[in-house]
């Protein structure tokens, strides 16, 4: 085992790789609770299912990335199952989920309104 101390560049890119700080941490998939077959199958599929996620919860709502983000999570009838498919996601279970996030969103709105 190399002892050496990183370097700075090398510490700034093992802090961009996400998947290895988790596999070192110990923590499960973002996604994992939705998985359909036990794991997460990490790659570009999963990868899109969380940007996708993130862009509609961290944008502004009148924002071009906000409403495709919403789209793709909540109404396209077939983009998001085939990326929940190919990243071994249960699709429904997670849809449902988001959908009642989203209604609980609306919920609190109209108790702020």
Known sequence: MNNR????EELLIKS???KGLRERSGLPH???KFAANGAVKEGPYADA???FIKEWTCEAPESASHRAALW???ESERAFFVACSEAGIDAEKLRTHLLKCKLGELND?????
Not at 5 to 8: D, G, R, S, V
Not at 109 to 113: K, T
């Open 5 to 8: 101390p990183l370097q700075l």
């Open 16 to 18: 961009f790789d996400l």
């Open 30 to 32: 973002p996604l994992s």
């Open 49 to 51: 299912i969380i940007e």
């Open 72 to 74: 793709f999570l909540l």
């Open 109 to 113: 709105q109209e108790l702020d309104g």
